[in-house]
């Protein structure tokens, strides 16, 4: 695959995300992932995943990142970049896609990178195209 057109904020993402990417505590999957934020204000925020023995109590690089930006001032994600090693690309998980849907808005891209570069441009909708909305909660 080769990288994509991107813009030099995309490439300033990539660049963060990999750094992110290198600090992740994955000593039992020794699967690393790490993620860049920009936010509306065009702010970087960076997360990577953290590992924890009791499995289901570790953090994604996503919601890292996320927790990052709220602490930072920013409440709605411009651009995320998700950077793994390896052929395949890895997509933020359905717990994390609904954490970002929490900060999207109808322009918020996804973006999905390997050690080539950016490989992949997604909105949210296509990868969470029935995800829960506040609205359900007035029901």
Do not use: W
Request: hydrophobic content about 40%; aromatic content about 8%; some cysteine.
């Amino acid at each position: 695959m080769q990288e994509m057109n991107a813009s030099l904020t995309e490439k300033n993402l990539f660049e963060q995300a990999k750094k992110a990417h290198k600090m992740a505590y994955a000593p039992y999957s020794k699967f690393a992932v790490g993620a860049a934020i920009e936010g509306k204000s065009g702010k970087i925020y960076l997360g990577c995943n953290v590992e924890n023995l009791s499995y289901p109590v570790g953090t994604c690089a996503e919601a890292g990142a996320i927790a990052a930006m709220i602490c930072g001032g920013d409440t709605i994600i411009n651009k995320i970049l998700i950077f793994a090693t390896g052929q395949e690309l890895i997509a933020p998980c359905g717990a994390c896609l609904q954490r970002i849907k929490e900060f999207a808005d109808d322009s918020t891209t996804i973006l999905l990178a390997n050690e080539q570069g950016i490989q992949k441009r997604c909105s949210l909708s296509e990868l969470l195209p029935f995800g829960f909305v506040n609205s359900e909660l007035k029901k």
